[in-house]
C-alpha cells in the first residue's frame, strides 16, 4: 500500500476509536480509553514494521561461471555471496508449505534464499533455479 493509504487507514482507526473511547468514557467506563489508545499504537507500528520489511529484498544473478546472491536489508550494507554453478544444490523442502525452506548447498556451506516469499513463489523459484542451473551446468566453461 501507498504510504498515503497507511495513513488514512491509520487516521479512520483513530477516528473509530476515539469515538467509542468518548462513549466509554461518557458512560463512566474511563479505564477503557487507554486500551483503546494501545490499540491504535500496536497498529501504527504493525504498520511502521510492514512498510519496513517491504523495503528487504534479494537478487539472484545466475551466469555460466557464477552465481550471486546479494541480499539487500531495510537498512545497512547489502551482502553478497558467490557460488560456483556447477557444485550448487537446490534444496527445497517438501510440500511447499510456510515452514519449507529454500536452500543453495555448495562444498557442506548452505545459504536459505526466499524466506519473505509465499510457499508457492518459493517452491515455483526453486523449480526455476534448478532448470537455470541445469542449462548453465550444460555451458559450464571447462
Not at 469515538?19 to 483503546?36: D, E, H, I, S
Request: cysteine-free.
Amino acid at each position: 500500500m501507498p504510504p498515503a493509504a497507511l495513513r488514512l487507514v491509520l487516521a479512520v482507526v483513530v477516528a473509530i476509536n476515539l469515538a467509542f473511547a468518548t462513549a466509554f468514557a461518557l458512560r463512566g467506563a474511563w479505564l477503557v480509553t487507554p486500551f483503546m489508545g494501545l490499540d491504535v499504537a500496536l497498529l501504527a507500528w504493525a504498520l511502521r514494521a510492514s512498510v519496513r520489511a517491504a523495503r528487504r529484498f534479494e537478487r539472484v544473478t545466475l551466469s555460466p561461471s557464477r552465481l550471486v546472491v546479494e541480499r539487500h536489508p531495510p537498512d545497512g550494507a547489502p551482502s553478497a555471496f558467490a557460488f560456483n554453478p556447477y557444485w550448487v544444490r537446490v534444496d527445497m523442502h517438501e510440500p511447499a508449505d510456510h515452514w519449507s525452506q529454500l536452500t543453495l548447498w555448495s562444498h557442506g556451506q548452505g545459504l536459505r534464499v526466499g524466506a519473505f516469499l509465499a510457499p508457492r513463489e518459493r517452491a515455483a523459484f526453486a523449480r526455476s533455479l534448478k532448470a537455470a542451473l541445469g542449462r548453465a551446468r550444460e555451458t559450464f566453461p571447462g
